[in-house]
């Protein structure tokens, strides 16, 4: 029977930090490392935005606006992207849209984390009736179409950032719960969870010491994803008009602003949308990369 | 090693039985059951190690599992140094069964792979506190020490051992408990043959230090034969036989334990001959959502009779702790 551990088993000689390893080995993915400069790239521009950006996100001035970007006949100096239809900096609009963007998937992630791992976990490990009623209510979620829960739930709550976060954490965590309860109940015919019983171990050690930290890989490849998946549902809510509200610089809602002024100036909603691609294939790749990193099978080096 | 021994029984089981329902539907109805153990009777004396062997799935594991508390046994009596362990509250049943470890089969799968084996042993020791923190290293490196390990070890993961290497982090762990009786499923049946002598030898070394009773469960009749004072024959979720080992080996009652004994490999000169007079048993072990009716064994039985398919056999006892379950015991 060959286990992952087995074949990892190589490694006996040196012991350098884990850290350096995992570092060395996803130096040799090299889209991993495109994944990880654009999130690096995200993360600093949301937490410098303040510093970064070359102008004020909601400063108005309607003798400047629809100014096309830099390369283009009658662009100005001072707006490198161009400006709005109220004459404000596309470049910092999208600079502080980060932040918020960020904000939303991570948070909302965090969110899906702890409820659908919560129920998953509790599904695979007392399985019976707790997981029948936990599985029922995965399924009813998971095939009910995921716009009208959330614009429901946002409609309901009314729409700020907060309410928005709450509506994607609400509808996102049946994802987890599928993954964390099909993970758990694998373990558990693992011997050492077995071990962990005979040995008379409460079973919030046993969850919280042998199951979980025996499903982190999965769990850090799946969040990576649904952080992707969180921001590009935020701006589809914005772009409804049910998720950020103007003058707010949300992605969605600049898209959605764009939309209006597409055939003549379409940058406005080019930029935003590139935003969008850009984020999503950053978070993604470098899930992938995680993914192929914790696999052994599909580690080559 | 006999003279050790005393006859005073350290674990006593009776009538255990395990019936896992079989539930089907959404309404999870119960549509049946498998019998995987079926009224198992046997005891384990002071420093006293018994075999437990029978075919895969006849139900050696789950007696293990049940004596463990890993499965909630559905009738019969586990008495544990002269104290019933079923149905006691948790807490009682955590009290009494520490000094009952187990020592899995397959040494790859029963460490956690994200611990370090200091912190695999040191666990046991800090909840159930069984040593002050400050001595809490220098045990581990002593219990590691025992099983044949250097103590640099401790820090290391899993997968930096070898099996056999890994099997004795397990009997550290589970030494850790400062156990009574160990039970062990199949502790070699996954390692390397040139490594199981060594982790039998280790088993058989610290039952001696530690005056430890055992539980051998295997289907290797050799491993078995090497270690156990006694033997108990298991077929389709009911012991068939139970005796010492020379009892058995040399006089075995039970067709069953007759045909185990004919189909280990034997290199001998002349071993045309006696491979041609071999009686090899035919047919598979009936499944035990549905076992016949009478002897279990009845439909593979070359001694078969119409009493066997219609009755219960009763445990006959042949000669003084040599017990079979045959409406015709006997040699050949």
């Known amino acids: ?301 | 090693m006999a003279s050790k021994m005393t006859d005073d029984p350290m674990l006593q089981v009776e009538g255990l039985k395990m019936h896992f329902p079989i539930i089907k539907g959404v309404v999870r109805r119960q549509v049946g059951s498998v019998f995987a153990v079926d009224g198992v009777n046997f005891h384990i004396n002071k420093g006293e190690t018994l075999g437990l062997v029978g075919e895969s799935g006849c139900g050696k594991t789950t007696v293990g599992r049940c004596l463990i508390g890993l499965y909630r046994s559905t009738a019969g009596s586990i008495i544990f140094e002269g104290r019933e362990v079923i149905n006691q509250s948790r807490k009682k049943m955590v009290t009494l069964r520490r000094r009952m470890q187990m020592i899995f089969q397959d040494p790859y799968s029963s460490l956690n792979p994200r611990m370090r084996v200091r912190d695999i042993i040191g666990e046991v020791l800090k909840v159930h506190g069984l040593v002050e923190p400050k001595n809490k290293t220098q045990r581990i490196a002593e219990l590691l020490d025992q099983v044949g390990l250097k103590s640099d070890f401790a820090a290391r993961y899993p997968h930096e051992f070898s099996g056999g290497q890994r099997q004795r982090i397990g009997i550290a762990r589970a030494l850790a408990m400062e156990p009574r009786i160990l039970v062990a499923d199949e502790p070699v049946s996954a390692l390397d043959v040139s490594v199981q002598a060594q982790v039998i030898n280790l088993l058989e070394r610290l039952k001696q230090d530690l005056n430890l009773s055992m539980l051998m469960i295997s289907h290797d009749l050799s491993v078995v034969e090497h270690v156990a004072d006694r033997i108990a024959v298991m077929y389709l979720g009911k012991i068939v036989e139970t005796g010492s080992d020379r009892d058995l080996y040399n006089n075995p009652h039970h067709p069953y334990t007759h045909a185990l004994l004919e189909a280990i490999p034997q290199p001998r000169a002349g071993g045309r001959a006696r491979r041609q007079s071999r009686k090899l048993l035919g047919g598979d072990v009936p499944s035990p959502i549905d076992p016949p009716r009478g002897c279990y064994f009845h439909p593979r039985c070359p001694r078969v009779e119409d009493q066997c398919k219609r009755d219960n056999p009763p445990m006959v006892e042949v000669s003084p702790g040599h017990v079979v379950s045959c409406f015709f015991p006997g040699k050949k």
Not at chain 1, 148 to 177: D, E
Not at chain 1, 209 to 230: K, W
Not at chain 1, 248 to 267: F, I, K, N, Q
């Open chain 1, 1 to 301: 029977m060959i286990k992952p551990a087995l074949s990892q088993s190589f490694s006996i000689s040196s012991h350098p930090s884990s850290t350096i390893r995992t570092l060395k080995r996803l130096w040799h993915l090299r889209l991993g490392i495109l994944g990880s400069l654009l999130i690096l790239c995200l993360v600093t521009t949301a937490l410098f935005t303040p510093w970064l950006a070359p102008n004020d996100p909601y400063t108005q001035d309607i003798t400047q606006r629809l100014l096309p970007p830099f390369w283009m006949e009658g662009s100005s100096s001072d707006h490198f992207l161009g400006t709005d239809h109220l004459g404000r900096d596309l470049l910092s609009r999208i600079m502080y849209g980060t932040r918020i963007s960020l904000v939303i998937g991570l948070s909302a992630v965090v969110l899906q984390l702890i409820l659908g791992v919560g129920l998953g976990v509790l599904a695979g490990y007392y399985r019976g009736r707790v997981d029948s009623a936990i599985s029922f209510i995965v399924n009813a979620m998971m095939s009910f179409p995921f716009i009208l829960l959330a614009l429901t739930l946002v409609s309901v709550l009314g729409a700020s950032l907060q309410n928005i976060i709450i509506a994607l954490g609400l509808t996102g965590w049946p994802v987890y719960t599928r993954v964390t309860r099909i993970e758990t109940i694998k373990l558990n015919e693992q011997e050492f969870i077995l071990a962990a019983h005979s040995l008379a171990y409460s079973s919030w050690r046993i969850i919280t010491r042998h199951v979980l930290p025996n499903m982190l890989p999965t769990l850090l490849v799946l969040s990576t994803v649904e952080v992707a998946r969180s921001i590009i549902r935020e701006s589809l809510l914005s772009f409804l008009g049910l998720g950020i509200q103007p003058p707010t610089p949300s992605w969605g809602v600049m898209l959605a602003e764009g939309r209006d002024y597409m055939l003549m100036h379409w940058w406005l909603a080019a930029f935003p949308g590139l935003a969008i691609f850009m984020a999503a294939l950053g978070i993604n790749l470098l899930g992938d990369a995680l993914r192929d990193y914790t696999d052994p099978h599909l580690r080559k080096y």
